[in-house]
């Protein structure tokens, strides 16, 4: 489905939907006033805007499972899917404001899904509560019998013969994102192929229907390690301490980089009490917890890391501005 389509697909769902868990148009005040010192005193709703299984949702999982211990209070998750996390986030970002329905999500989505016009809205139509958690990036990889050695090899074999090295994509998302950048910022003439999601991506290249792709390094690992694939770099903006000698892209071509964070969002005009008494929960969790640390390390291949409300709104102004530079190209 083009972008065009799928965003007017994605208003008539934010029109004719309004999920019983997070309620619509709340009262503006209802966390207001001596309401926020008492916060929480019931369940909090948790939106999760990608699929049971993948990484947003693991890092959410976790999250809400150990902040329903800081709070005292359930955070049930509960998983809104479709159009790169588009779905979720129309029909919540003007849901109720008493803090009882908060959104985790991904910045590649929140961010790029305004650069490609599968929204018109970014983090600024919520109340960012925090960035939690980072990515181990997703690595550019190549079958391990590949002619290319690194970065470059590929980028120059693309441009002597434009169009025959297949790339691997999802379109709208922040590979395929990558993959613009690639194109406008360096040159690269890769044949860019909408394979589906991080598993599809990387079935397709096992299987030789393209030559290169962007997965997870979580979801390539056992391949690299097993000598079947190999990692040409990461599209972070820089090195991961847990994994130096994996190259970032960003290294050889300083435009293409893609960091993908972990953020916690409050429908706009939530109480700023309740959105920093959730902040420091989170950021309790975050710095404080062993289980946490642990499992981050386990799953992202990254120590612990979380950002406060004014950097949170800081580091997604940056990246917005990022994509923005390449807008014309996306849309």
């Known amino acids: 489905m083009k972008l065009k389509n799928l965003k007017k697909l994605l208003s008539a769902v934010a029109l004719g939907t309004c999920l019983v868990a997070a309620g619509c148009g709340g ?3 209802a966390a207001g006033g001596d309401k926020g010192a008492n916060f929480p005193d019931k369940p909090i709703n948790m939106i999760i805007t990608h ?27 509960n998983n809104v899917t479709g159009a790169n996390g588009s779905i979720a986030l129309e029909q919540y970002k003007d849901g109720d404001k008493d803090g009882y329905t908060i959104i985790a999500t991904n910045t590649a989505a929140l961010i790029g899904n305004k650069a490609t016009g599968l929204s018109d809205f970014s983090y600024e139509a919520f109340e960012p509560i925090a960035i939690y958690g980072r990515q181990a990036g997703e690595n550019i990889v190549v079958k391990a019998d590949s002619p290319y ?18 790339y691997g994509v999802s379109m709208g ?14 040159g ?17 290249l096992l299987g030789g229907h393209v030559d290169a792709s962007s997965v997870p390094y979580s979801g390539a690992k056992e391949y690299i390690e097993s000598g079947q694939l190999r990692s040409l770099g990461t599209l972070l903006s820089e090195r991961s301490k847990m994994l130096p000698n994996i190259p970032s892209a960003s290294e050889t071509y300083p435009d293409l980089y893609v960091d993908t964070y972990y953020a916690v969002l409050a429908p706009k005009g939530t109480d700023p009490a309740v959105v920093e008494k959730l902040s420091k929960a989170i950021t309790k969790v975050v710095n404080e917890n062993p289980e946490y640390k642990a499992e981050v390390e386990k799953m992202n291949f990254q120590s612990p890391w979380v950002l406060s409300i004014e950097e949170t709104k800081a580091e997604l102004k940056k990246q917005l501005d990022h994509f923005l530079k390449f807008e014309k190209y996306l849309k």
């Open 27 to 29: 009262d503006e005040g």
């Open 51 to 77: 699929g049971a299984g993948g990484d947003t949702d693991y890092n959410a999982r976790l999250l809400a499972r150990l902040l329903e211990k800081e709070l005292g209070q359930p955070v049930v998750p």
């Open 149 to 166: 050695q690194n970065l470059n090899d590929l980028v120059e074999a693309s441009k002597k013969n434009p169009g025959s090295i297949k």
């Open 173 to 186: 998302g922040g590979v395929y994102i990558a993959s613009v950048i690639m194109d406008k910022s360096i």
């Open 188 to 204: 690269a003439k890769f044949n860019v192929v909408d394979t589906g999601d991080a598993a599809n991506r990387l079935t397709s």
